[in-house]
Each structure stands twice: as structure tokens, then as C-alpha cells.
């Protein structure tokens, strides 16, 4: 079974400054998809970022970016010029490529905490 | 644009008592639609899926049940609420397997 594994509970960052949220994963898929989820204090999840395995190419989207590594199963996550309101818990997400794959499968978490 | 709606935003009730969730989406077709929990401090964890009308998959036994009596209308259910079943409870949907899925706000529910 696939499983994401987040190794960082905590983090912190200064305003402006960057951070890289570390996430691995285990699969013996070739073909998957990988996000980002941020929940702020109000609980809601949204959507930060989106890897598809088979683009190499890594996915960015304004202040953030990823880091994928398909050989090593790693996908960082890097926040710059942090702000505070990116201060939320970060959950990495893997998703299989068959067409019949629902299972989404979340790492623990980390929290990001923003420093002024 | 689509919208997720879910209610209540928080519950308290007896241990014993039923359950009835619910979730909402509007905008778009025959999403797949999701029921997670989440324990405090921790990841999510996939309690139910759906992929059609009446067409429902369990990931995790337990006392929790789920509907979808509805195209866009998914509900969690239980008889008799149990201690462990409190936590945060997310509906979301995606557009089909794969894709971004998109959540709601939420229900924390606390047992008593």
C-alpha cells in the first residue's frame, strides 16, 4: 500500500523568507499524482500545488514550487517570501494513476509556523 | 463555479445518539464524493467514496455508514455514536479519480 510520510511535525520561517516542507512517499506505481494541501486555523483544506509523476518538469504556482524527485520519492514543498498568512498545517497527498483509484493518501502533517 | 456545502459546522452529542452529516455540491455532474475524519493533530483518513448514486465504498470498518441518495448529496450516518467517533469530519469532491479534490468546511463533532 502507498504511504506519505511528512518528517517534519513543525516548522518555522521568518516573513520573506523561504522554506522547504519535506514529504516522501512509497509506491510501486508508475504513474500517480502528488499535492499540497494547506488547512489554515479555520480548518478548511485547499489546494496549493499538483505533480503529475509523468511530467518532469516541476510544478510551480506563484510563491510556491515543488521539488520532485520520481527516483528518490520525494516531493518538497518550497514557500518563498513567506507571509503570514501562509502560516497553516501542510499535507502532502498521493494519488494513484488508475482510472479507479480513489484512495488519496495524506502524510501526517506538518505545521508551519510564520515569524513577523 | 462549483460550491461545497456541509453542515452542521459543529455537533455535540451523547454517546449512543444517531448521526446524520451532510454535504452538498453544486455546479457541476456526477462528482466523486469523499467522507474523511480527522483526529486532532493528525492526517486525513478516508472513511467513504462515492462515484455514483447509491454506489458507496468503505475504506475503514465501523460503526459510520454513508448515502448518496442524490447525484450531488453525500451523508454520514451512524445508529449509535461511539467516544472514538469524535473529530473533524471533511466532505470533498473531485471532477474524477485523480484530479484535485476540493473540501468543505467541515464538522467537528464531539461526543460526550
Known amino acids: 500500500a502507498q504511504t506519505v510520510t511528512q518528517s517534519q511535525p513543525e516548522m518555522s520561517v521568518q516573513e520573506a523568507e523561504t522554506v522547504t516542507l519535506s514529504c516522501t512517499y512509497d509506491t510501486s506505481e508508475s504513474d500517480y499524482y502528488l499535492f499540497w494541501y494547506k488547512q489554515p486555523p479555520s480548518r478548511q483544506m485547499i489546494l496549493v500545488i499538483r505533480?503529475?509523476?509523468?511530467?518532469?518538469q516541476n510544478a510551480t504556482e506563484n510563491r510556491f514550487s515543488v521539488n520532485f524527485q520520481k527516483a528518490a520519492k520525494s516531493f518538497s514543498l518550497k514557500i518563498s517570501d513567506s507571509q503570514l498568512g501562509d502560516a497553516a498545517m501542510y499535507f502532502c497527498a498521493y494519488s494513484g494513476g488508475l482510472d479507479n483509484n480513489n484512495d488519496m493518501r495524506f502524510g501526517a502533517g506538518t505545521r508551519l509556523t510564520v515569524k513577523p | 463555479s462549483q460550491t461545497i456545502h456541509q453542515w452542521p459546522a459543529t455537533l455535540v452529542q451523547p454517546v449512543g445518539s444517531p448521526l446524520s452529516l451532510e454535504c452538498t455540491v453544486e455546479g457541476t455532474s456526477n462528482p466523486n464524493l469523499y467522507w474523511y475524519r480527522q483526529a486532532a493533530g493528525r492526517g486525513l483518513q478516508l472513511l467513504f467514496y462515492?462515484?455514483?448514486?447509491?454506489?458507496i465504498s468503505s475504506e475503514v470498518p465501523q460503526n459510520l455508514s454513508a448515502s448518496r441518495p442524490q447525484d450531488r448529496q453525500f451523508i454520514l450516518s451512524s445508529k449509535k455514536l461511539l467516544l472514538s467517533d469524535s473529530g473533524f469530519y471533511l466532505c470533498?469532491?473531485?471532477?474524477?479519480?485523480?484530479?484535485?479534490?476540493?473540501f468543505g468546511d467541515g464538522t467537528r463533532l464531539s461526543i460526550l
Open positions: 505533480q503529475e509523476a509523468y511530467k518532469q
Open positions: 462515492s462515484v455514483g448514486i447509491g454506489q
Open positions: 470533498a469532491w473531485s471532477i474524477s479519480s485523480n484530479q484535485p479534490q476540493h
